[in-house]
C-alpha cells in the first residue's frame, strides 16, 4: 500500500512537472522577439521551418532513448545486441535517413527574404533604409513625398504590403533583425544588403541588432510601426511636419549646443548623431530609458554617457538654463 501511494505521488509529481514544462514552454513561444510569434510570411516561414527541425528533433531524442533502453534489457536479460545491426542502423540508415530529410527541407524554397530588384517604383514596394551606427538604427525614407526624411530609433512601414530595407553600416558590422516580421540581415560598411519583409496587419514590432558590435549592441533596440497601407502617405507627411518650434528661444540654443552633430528638421541629415526633430514622440530614449516625460529627456541629456556606457556621443555642455530651453524646444515636437 506504500508503494502504491509512493508511485501515486510520483505520478501526480511528475504530471505537475510536465505541466510546468508545458506552460513555460508556451510562454516561451510569445513576446516582442519570438520567433514563435510570427507577424509576416516570412516570420511564418522562419517559424514554421523551426517547427520542423523541433519535431524531426524530437522524434530522434526519443528514438536514441528507446534504441539505449533497448539495448540495456537485452544486456540484462543476457541477450546480446547485434553489433551489425546498431552499426547498420545507427551508423548508415539512420544519419542517411537525418542528412536527406535535412537536405531536402533545405531545398524548399521559402519567401525569398533578399530581392535584387529592390529599386522602387510607383508600383513597386515600399522602400526604405536602415544604417547601423554605434549604437543607434537610423531611418531613411527615400521615396518619402517632397524628398527624403530622416528619423531615428523608430520606423514606420506600411501592413500588408511587401517592404524592401535596406541594410547599411556606417562603422563596424550589425545586424538588422526584427524577429516577429522575418530574418535578419548583416549591415555591412561599404556594401548594400537588401531584405524583403512584410506585416500581416498593422502593430508595432520590436528590433534589435543581432550581431555583436560593441560595448552598448544590447542597446541597438529600434520599433517598426506598422500602419495600414492606405494611411502611410498621410503618416510620412505627419512626419515631415514634426518637428520642434524655431520660434521658440531654445532653438538657437539647439544649434549652438547640438547643431555640429543633430538636426531637428526630418528633412536634413547633420553630423554623426541621429535626427531629434519628433524626438519627442519616440517611446525611449537610447534604447536604454523609458521617454514619456521632459524630466526623462533631462535625465538623458545629462548623464547618458552613464546610461549608455561606451556611447561615443558628447554630454551636453550648457548650464541650466540653456537646457530648460533645449528641452523646451525639443519637447515642443510633442502632439
Not at 95 to 117: R, Y
Not at 121 to 144: C, K, L, M, T, V
Not at 297 to 311: A, D, F, I, N, V
Request: aromatic fraction near 8%; charged fraction near 20%; glycine fraction near 12%.
Amino acid at each position: 500500500m506504500i508503494l502504491r501511494r509512493g508511485s501515486l505521488a510520483t505520478r501526480r509529481g511528475c504530471r505537475a512537472f510536465g505541466a510546468v514544462l508545458v506552460a513555460a514552454g508556451l510562454a516561451a513561444c510569445s513576446g516582442p522577439l519570438s520567433t514563435l510569434d510570427p507577424a509576416g510570411e516570412a516570420a511564418a516561414w522562419v517559424a514554421g521551418l523551426w517547427w520542423v527541425m523541433f519535431g524531426v528533433g524530437t522524434v530522434i531524442l526519443f528514438g536514441i532513448m528507446a534504441t539505449a533502453l533497448y539495448a540495456l534489457r537485452r544486456e540484462r536479460r543476457g541477450g546480446a545486441v547485434s553489433e551489425v545491426a546498431m552499426l547498420a542502423g545507427g551508423g548508415i540508415v539512420f544519419p542517411a535517413v537525418t542528412l536527406l530529410v535535412l537536405m531536402v527541407g533545405s531545398m524548399v524554397q521559402g519567401p525569398d527574404p533578399v530581392t535584387a530588384d529592390a529599386t522602387a517604383n510607383a508600383s513597386g514596394p515600399f522602400r526604405i533604409r536602415a544604417q547601423g551606427h554605434q549604437f543607434w538604427w537610423e531611418f531613411i525614407y527615400p521615396d518619402a513625398p517632397g524628398g527624403p526624411l530622416y528619423g531615428a530609433a523608430e520606423a514606420v512601414i506600411p501592413a500588408a504590403v511587401p517592404v524592401v530595407v535596406e541594410i547599411v553600416s556606417e562603422d563596424v558590422i550589425h545586424s538588422f533583425w526584427v524577429p516577429r516580421l522575418g530574418g535578419k540581415l548583416d549591415a555591412i560598411p561599404g556594401r548594400v544588403n537588401l531584405l524583403r519583409l512584410s506585416a500581416d496587419r498593422p502593430g508595432r514590432y520590436a528590433g534589435q541588432c543581432a550581431e555583436f558590435c560593441g560595448t552598448q549592441h544590447l542597446a541597438m533596440r529600434f520599433v517598426v510601426e506598422a500602419v495600414a497601407a492606405e494611411d502611410i502617405d498621410a503618416r510620412l507627411a505627419r512626419l515631415a511636419a514634426t518637428m520642434p518650434d524655431a520660434t521658440l528661444p531654445g532653438a538657437e540654443d539647439f544649434a549652438i549646443h547640438c547643431g555640429g552633430c543633430h538636426s531637428a528638421d526630418p528633412r536634413t541629415r547633420r553630423g554623426s548623431g541621429p535626427n531629434l526633430a519628433a524626438v519627442a514622440t519616440r517611446s525611449s530614449l537610447g534604447g536604454v530609458l523609458s521617454y514619456g516625460l521632459a524630466d526623462d529627456l533631462r535625465h538623458w541629456l545629462t548623464t547618458h554617457r552613464t546610461l549608455k556606457p561606451g556611447s561615443t556621443k558628447p554630454e551636453v555642455v550648457a548650464d541650466e538654463a540653456a537646457l530648460d530651453r533645449i528641452i523646451a524646444y525639443l519637447e515642443s515636437a510633442r502632439p
